[in-house]
């Protein structure tokens, strides 16, 4: 009788909140297994088809090497570890899922950043490490992470990955006392040994995607006494996916992982990192400059999704761990500053690091984290209910251990799926993954030229939704997107070069079901401003709304929004959802426009908006990008 009272104040709730209208709708955008959806709908009760899987996404070591504490995403906790007995000793819930950890040079207090998409407003848990015990919580920006302490131990800064921006905590205080804007969507930051340089990596392009003699990422180098970016580094062109970052013990260079993206070329073909290759920045740090790029794959086999990065204790080896092909590169650190300082451009120069690298295999699925005890590297694997210690020896190999988390769960379809989105053992000689492309299932901000018939360049597509607003491509060459006929077997065969199989594709169309968007940063509090609420009238008023009708915000038919395309001839175009459109720009099917605002103002696209005053427009705008 309760189950069935939740259940009804649950789906009553979803019609009150504008999510459920009538039966056809329900249809479209409410996914399969309703009851299962209201019983866990926060992911903190487990029911036995949504197993509350842990997915450690971070890790870090206490100053005295004792202890580990590794964030569990999902299971919304941290795990700490005792080394010499190789167990969890202790876990520490919180109230939303950890993004990310470190500890001050005492190991006496853990600062973990939380946020989801549920609820993206970020904040700082300040934990005693003894107890497990929340001191305080410290409100920051939107989908908070990669929390880095000054040397001194008084200043915190947090990547604001949503808002764009780096907030500075007053630790003392345990208040946000400034904030520095970068550019988009910084997701990984480290600091100077002095304290002066924080390296911010921007981990997507910030440009038109027709800007094609320009278009990559950057790392920001903000001044800490200013509080200011006092260099933007622009990477090699197409770089993109900037997830991980260090800075050598001297201070003199960041080494930041990366892919580079070949999209001016016709991705026939993916040996020689045609289409994607896997790449380590090195960025001089007083210069502001690149000071190289090196290729982390061989010719022949891809080292796909590079992601963290960290030193062994005596400084002899770098180590990257590889999430795409479960995999870690051990790197001679001194002889690749020397080769990177002395040999030009690396960026596509697959024998010049061949003799001080190697990679080894690990257990964990997935790696995105790893940490440092001297020359034991612990590495995080989200896929996995546990995590491996490698001990570095040299090139010719390691030793891998396995430590338990908790108990082992059976992958549901759907966490099938979301594996499968990462995992690169499904493509050709491993260049890349599905996630390469369509960063955590949205786009990388690129214009692709893909494998199949007269085809001209395209911006990538955001995954959510692509299972309820059929086609899934902008000219629906991929009138859908599942089955056997579907564009995840299209994808599949097209851009990972390989022969599809229900056993890949069947929990891949699960994961893309259950997609759901994340909260807009541009909402109040999970409210629309008094702007947005202008806007949505506007929304009406000029005729947004039958090419964007709610709730999916797309009529699923094909317009001529007054885009030029010099590639193609054709001129009506699929109609894309407008849900996070505040976070897939550039837009337009050449992403030809980086504000939302310019293409709104298109007489083709709407008449009636061109002609909006500055107000109107800017209410207009501020509602479409908190959808």
């Known amino acids: 009788m309760k189950t069935t009272k939740l259940v009804e104040t649950f789906f009553w709730g979803l019609c009150a909140a504008g999510l459920v209208f009538g039966q056809s709708d329900i249809e479209k955008i409410i996914p399969p297994h309703l009851l299962t959806e209201a019983l866990s709908i926060n992911g903190d009760i487990e029911v036995k088809s949504k197993p509350k899987y842990l997915s450690p996404n971070d890790i870090v070591a206490s100053p005295d090497n004792m202890k580990l504490y590794v964030t569990e995403q999902t299971a919304k906790r941290v795990a700490r570890i005792d080394i010499a007995t190789k167990s969890v000793d202790k876990t520490i819930l919180l109230p939303n899922e950890p993004t990310g950890v470190t500890i001050n040079k005492d190991g006496t207090k853990l600062y973990v950043t939380i946020g989801s998409e549920r609820w993206s ?18 409100a920051v920006g939107n989908m908070a992470r990669s929390p880095v302490l000054a040397p001194s131990g008084d200043i915190l800064y947090t990547c604001n990955w949503f808002s764009n921006d780096v907030s500075v905590i007053d630790v003392a205080a345990g208040r946000e006392i400034a904030r520095i804007p970068v550019t988009r969507e910084p997701y990984a930051a480290a600091i100077t040994p002095d304290g002066k340089t924080l390296a911010v990596t921007n981990s997507l392009p910030d440009q038109k995607a027709t800007d094609t003699v320009t278009l990559a990422c950057k790392v920001a180098l903000v001044n800490t006494d200013t509080r200011t970016v006092r260099a933007q580094v622009p990477l090699p062109v197409g770089s993109h996916s ?61 080292c796909a999704n590079p992601w963290g990065v960290t030193f062994t204790g005596d400084n002899k080896y ?44 690990l257990s964990v699925e997935g790696p995105r984290a790893l940490t440092a005890v001297n020359n034991k590297i612990y590495v995080t694997g989200y896929f996995s209910d546990f995590i491996n210690a490698v001990t570095v020896t040299g090139l010719n190999g390691a030793t891998i251990e396995k430590i338990d988390l908790g108990p082992e769960k059976t992958f549901t379809s759907e966490r099938q799926g979301e594996r499968n989105f990462s995992d690169a053992s499904i493509c050709f000689q491993k260049w890349q993954t599905c996630f390469s492309c369509h960063p955590f299932t949205r786009p990388d901000a690129i214009n692709w030229i893909l494998n199949t018939t007269n085809s001209t360049p395209k911006n990538a597509k955001s995954m959510l939704y692509a299972w309820w607003t059929p086609p899934t491509s902008w000219a629906a060459k991929r009138p859908h997107a599942g089955g056997p006929d579907g564009s995840i077997r299209s994808g599949i065969s097209a851009e990972l070069f390989v022969m599809p199989t229900e056993d890949v594709g069947v929990p891949l169309d699960t994961f893309f079901m259950w997609m759901r968007p994340a909260m807009s940063p541009h909402l109040d509090k999970g409210k629309l401003s008094e702007s947005a609420k202008r806007g949505k009238e506007i929304f009406s008023k000029v005729g947004c709304k039958y090419c964007h009708p709610a709730p999916l915000y797309t009529d699923m038919k094909f317009h001529n929004a007054g885009v030029e395309d010099p590639w193609d001839a054709n001129t009506d175009w699929d109609t894309p959802s407008l849900i996070e459109a505040w976070r897939t720009s550039p837009f337009g099917h050449t992403g030809s426009y980086d504000k939302i605002e310019d293409i709104i103002k298109l007489r083709t696209h709407s008449l009636g908006a061109s002609n909006l005053t500055t107000q109107e427009l800017d209410d207009l705008v501020k509602y479409v990008l908190s959808l």
């Not at 290759?277 to 790029?293: F, P, Q, R």
Request: charged share 20%; net charge negative; aromatic share 6%.
């Open 121 to 138: 407003q970020g904040y700082v848990c300040e934990i005693d490490a003894s107890s497990g015990k929340i001191i305080r919580r410290i």
């Open 318 to 361: 770098l180590c990257i761990a590889h999430m795409g092909t479960s995999e870690m590169s051990i790197i001679q650190l001194p002889e690749l500053l020397d080769i990177a300082q002395k040999t030009p451009d690396l960026s596509h120069e697959f024998n010049a690091t061949y003799s001080i690298k190697t990679k080894v295999k």
């Open 242 to 302: 900037l997830f991980g970052i260090c800075i050598t013990a001297d201070g003199k260079f960041a080494l930041a992982t990366h892919l580079i993206g070949r999209f001016n070329i016709p991705a026939t073909m993916l040996s020689n990192g045609w289409v994607h290759s896997n790449n380590l920045a090195i960025v001089d740090i007083e210069n502001g400059k690149l000071t190289n790029d090196v290729e982390l794959d061989l010719a022949n086999q891809g």
